[in-house]
């Protein structure tokens, strides 16, 4: 029992480092970021104004003095002027700087270290976990803004204790973060492993787990930094709390009761107020970006972007069903130059005919795929190339054009297909929705179709099926839903990626006999992406490999197997021979990988 | 279904329990100061004492909270020490002129943050950039600075609105439109701005998802994608926060009230709060506890309704 432990121990030990890596990668982008260095020097200014309160201003925050009242801004000693009860505004500003970092840090430190106990234990420890969830609930139900108020005849005025427990009711947010994070580090393989091989629970909580949460942590921190200095301004303003407790809140109210006196008097703690609080905000976006990368984009859907030099290719009738030639798709690298994925790539399928596109993942099978659909994500760009089906140009074509092609001309079959239905929707609306789409047929006629269509796919039970979600079948039958779906217009051509990967091996053989005995019942072509040399001997007419975005090989299937030209092709079939020595051992191990045993 | 609703109404009736007996637990430290200040000038530890067995506070707060509670199960919450007005009376009367407010607020904020949020997801670009920018300026500002600059530009300087006061609904609808504009839109500035980064957010997701691919390839329009499938797929998460937003502006009320004067909840809340008026303050945590639990409630079987794998407990 000696020898597995070794190699478990490998990915725990390299974890450990890690951290120290990320952190230091994070400090040195969030110095390079202007918005983190200019708000982190606003709110390290009010700090280091906070601190001279007692050395820059002449007065006292609380001196009121009767010929001080209302004096204009730069009168000798009250550079800000006098409020209405005759004391240092400018007094007054810093110290109510400090008032806000104090509620700030009270408030923000007692949520954090609440939460971040809560979450851990809660998230960590089965056994604690609905005792501390009752926890959070009953902290989130208190009513705020009005428990705070309510209990002022306990709190007797003092902004300390009100912050106190407004930490308190803050807490619900952090433990959410760190109890969702934690629960889904202590499901990692590493961490398994730390366990097993004698780490203390104390040890995983404070080396894993706690380098995992602390980023999300420190930006939630941030945020409720700003909140409890916004609430305290708030409660302030209302007259909760001291008088004596110079404030934001406090000198927006003197101000503002003054206003048709000394209309200039709110302007500067509101002013303050606000450029603290704002540069919370912005200083914890910019940590959000620096830990946890920047957030997806918005994108809007329509045909893919192709490149600014980019001219599609007249179509000129080869008699192919769909003729790629030259293909190239890029992203868009950081510093904005394209990398393509896909170089160069050029396919033909006739009628009737399967074309298996192999290679290994990341060797662009899939956004070649996709690049013929025109489904590409919105950051791909196509750069080059032609894509013909049946006599034209579709590439660059306008979204409404491909729409139209769609589901009538070309369909496509997805690997996952769990993730490929929409959940909130029944089978049957969701392939009725398509059949109309594609042939215009009314309601009742198009349900009629797709009962039709679940019975040819070979689903038991067609009407139950029909009324059933995604959730309620396997993912055996959400292939047919799907492969129903796809072939429902009798598309010319269907592309399938990996449509087999995803289910259980004996599954694998039925799906692929199915789309054979439709193949030949509506002379579709069919390109099946696949990294499995089983499923193209099983079902391919010619095949592709594709290695590094370009296609390397390509031939009759027979022909290929007989006598690869290419170097990487040998070696792929190659692998599979080496797995079929390892076969004797337990053909299970090729089951467990997807590999088709046949 | 049923099941599943009539759990939730249980746990929420025992949260109801806890939240309530808690915040009587922490009251009652206080009950000395109370009375004191109720007694004024005659007050000291014989008079204190006195008093607090004339109104029953002598006794444990367990037996006190058992009181309680029995009343709040017959519609009975006491009556206030200071005026000896019904709590059950005084009550409704203030949350009509905050719910005048809070209720146009919320929907307005709630239209906004649709209309902002899936325009941000689905448009992306610069459009997505300044419903960022907007949404962005909502946090930044604190409800109370937009209250102040809404006053003193809008009715100090050009004298459009009435600073203060309320005049209701039924007196003029008119005067009543003026007087909650700029509450209304003070509250809908914040709450509009939480609300639509995450209907953005969750719209983003959604149209990242594989089901999307599919269904572009079955030739489903764009706008079909964007409104029966993402939006559709969107509206749990989003209701959620539109609940939570809801129970954030009664908080907000606190402050918004006394900023316009406005007679409502909040202003009442803070004045029986300054006086130590236990009856009342009672009420008002069964109230604010009561909205809570109900709004939670409400959006658990909402989202029980619009998620599929949900509705089978």
Redesign the interface.
């Known amino acids: 029992m000696s020898t597995p432990t070794a190699p478990v121990a490998v990915p725990a030990l390299a974890l450990e480092d890690e951290p120290a890596e990320v952190r230091r990668g994070a400090l040195q982008r969030l110095v390079r970021d202007p918005q983190a260095v200019i708000t982190g020097l606003i709110i390290l200014t009010f700090v280091v104004l906070g601190l001279l309160a007692n050395v820059i201003p002449q007065h006292g925050p609380n001196e009121a003095r009767f010929e001080a009242i209302n004096l204009p801004i730069g009168s000798p000693d009250y550079p800000l002027g006098g409020d209405y009860a005759g004391r240092d505004i400018l007094a007054r500003l810093l110290h109510s700087i400090n008032t806000a970092m104090v509620s700030g840090l009270i408030g923000a430190s007692i949520a954090l270290v609440v939460g971040t106990t809560l979450g851990l234990v809660g998230g960590y420890f089965n056994r604690f976990r609905t005792p501390v969830e009752w926890g959070a ?2 902290l ?8 705070l ?6 709190t007797g005025g003092d902004f300390r204790w009100t912050m106190a427990i407004f930490g308190f009711l803050l807490t619900p947010g952090i433990y959410r973060i760190v109890r969702n994070q934690t629960v889904g580090v202590s499901r990692e393989l590493y961490v398994d492993a730390a366990r097993v091989s004698g780490v203390t629970d104390m040890r995983i909580l404070g080396r894993h787990i706690l380098s995992v949460v602390r980023g999300p942590v420190i930006v939630a921190t941030t945020f409720l930094f700003g909140s409890a200095i ?1 609430v305290q ?2 409660l302030a ?2 007259g ?1 709390g001291s008088k004596e407790i110079p404030s934001f ?1 406090a000198m ?1 109210s003197d101000g ?1 009761r003054n ?1 048709y006196i000394a209309p200039g008097q ?1 302007i500067w703690p ?1 002013v303050a ?2 450029v603290l ?2 540069a919370f ?2 200083f914890g ?1 910019a940590l959000r970006d620096t830990f946890e990368g920047s ?8 045909a893919t972007a192709v490149a600014d030099d980019f001219e599609a290719e007249t179509a000129d009738g080869t008699g192919a069903l769909l003729e790629v030639r030259d293909l190239g798709i890029a992203y868009r690298s950081p510093s904005g130059e394209l990398n393509e994925v896909v170089r160069g790539v050029s396919l033909t399928v006739r009628m009737g005919e399967t074309l298996g596109l192999v290679g290994e993942s990341g060797s662009g099978k899939t956004q070649t795929a ?1 690049g013929v ?1 025109g ?1 590409l994500p ?1 950051e791909a760009v196509v750069t080059r190339g032609s894509v013909v089906l049946a006599g034209r140009q579709i590439l660059g074509a306008p ?1 409404a054009e491909l ?6 001309e ?3 079959i ?1 690997q ?1 297909p769990m ?7 029944t089978i049957g609306s969701q392939l009725v ?2 059949i109309r ?2 042939t215009g047929l009314s309601k009742a006629k198009a349900k009629e179709r797709a009962l039709e269509l679940l019975e040819r796919v070979g689903i038991p039970d067609p009407q139950r099926t029909f009324r059933s ?1 995604p ?1 309620e079948i396997s993912g055996g039958m959400a292939q047919r839903v ?1 492969i129903a ?2 072939v429902a217009p009798k598309p010319k051509l269907l592309i399938a990626d990996e449509p087999t990967t995803a289910l259980d091996v004996t599954v694998q053989a039925d799906i692929l006999d199915l789309l054979r005995d439709l193949q030949a019942e509506m002379g579709m072509g069919i390109v099946l992406v696949t990294h499995n040399f089983g499923v193209v001997a099983d079902s391919c007419t010619s095949l592709a490999v594709m290695q590094g975005g370009e296609v390397v090989e390509t031939g009759a299937t027979i022909d290929v197997f007989a006598q690869p030209q290419h170097p990487y092709t040998s070696m792929l079939l190659g692998s599979i021979l080496d797995e079929d020595t390892i076969r004797d051992d337990s053909a299970m191990v090729l089951v467990a990988d997807g590999k088709d045993p046949r | 279904m049923l099941l599943f609703a009539l759990r939730r109404v249980a746990f929420g009736l025992v ?2 329990v ?2 309530s007996f ?2 009587m637990f ?2 009652s ?2 009950f000395d ?2 009375i004191g200040s109720k007694l004024g000038s005659a007050a000291n530890v014989d008079s204190i004492a006195a008093m607090k067995a004339d109104l029953g506070l002598d006794r444990s707060v367990p037996v006190l909270y058992a009181e309680w509670f029995r009343g709040v199960l017959h519609g009975d919450l006491g009556a206030s020490f200071f005026t000896g007005e019904p709590v059950t009376e005084a009550l409704p009367s203030r949350l009509a002129v905050t719910l005048s407010v809070v209720g146009p607020a919320m929907i307005i904020s709630a239209l906004i943050a649709l209309f902002l949020g899936v325009l ?6 610069w459009v ?1 950039k300044t419903a960022q920018g907007m949404m ?1 300026t909502g ?7 937009i209250a ?1 600059v809404l006053v ?1 530009v809008f009715a ?1 300087n050009l004298g459009w609105f009435p600073a203060t006061g309320f005049t209701s609904f039924a007196e003029d609808p008119a005067e009543w439109a003026r007087s909650i504009t700029l509450p209304v839109i003070t509250m809908a500035f914040g709450g509009a701005a939480s609300m639509a980064n995450q209907v ?2 969750t ?3 959604e ?16 706008r ?3 409104i ?2 993402a939006l ?2 969107s509206a749990g998460p989003a209701l959620t926060v539109f609940g939570l937003t809801f ?1 954030t502006l ?3 009320a ?2 918004i009230e ?2 316009f004067a406005l007679p409502g909840f909040g202003t009442y ?2 004045n029986v ?2 006086q ?1 008026d236990f009856p009342v ?1 009672m009420g ?2 069964a109230f ?2 009561g ?3 109900g709004v ?1 409630l409400l959006i658990d079987l909402a989202n029980g309704w ?4 949900a509705r089978q407990y």
């Open positions: 609930t009953i989130q139900t208190f009513p705020g803004m009005l428990l108020i309510v209990l002022m005849p306990l916004g301004s708030g303003y209302l909760v809140g927006i503002f206003i709110y509101a107020l606000g609080n704002g905000v912005l976006n957030q997806p984009k918005a994108e809007k859907i329509t996709f659909l489904v919105t979204q729409n139209k092609l769609r589901g009538s070309i369909a496509y997805p996952e993730s490929n239905l929409d959940p909130v929707y929705e398509g789409v594609s979600y959730h799907l779906g796809a | 949260l109801f806890i939240v808690t915040t922490l009251l430290f206080s100061s109370i941000a997801a689905t448009r992306g670009g997505d962005l946090y930044l500002v604190p409800n109370l600075l102040i003193v100090v953005r957010g719209m983003i997701d149209l990242r998802k594989d089901y999307v691919r599919t269904l572009r390839t079955r030739g489903v329009s764009a079909a994608i964007v029966r499938h559709r797929n129970i009664f908080g907000s606190l402050f006394q900023v809340s803070f709060a300054l130590g303050l008002l945590t604010g506890v909205l809570t639990i939670n619009l998620n599929p794998k």
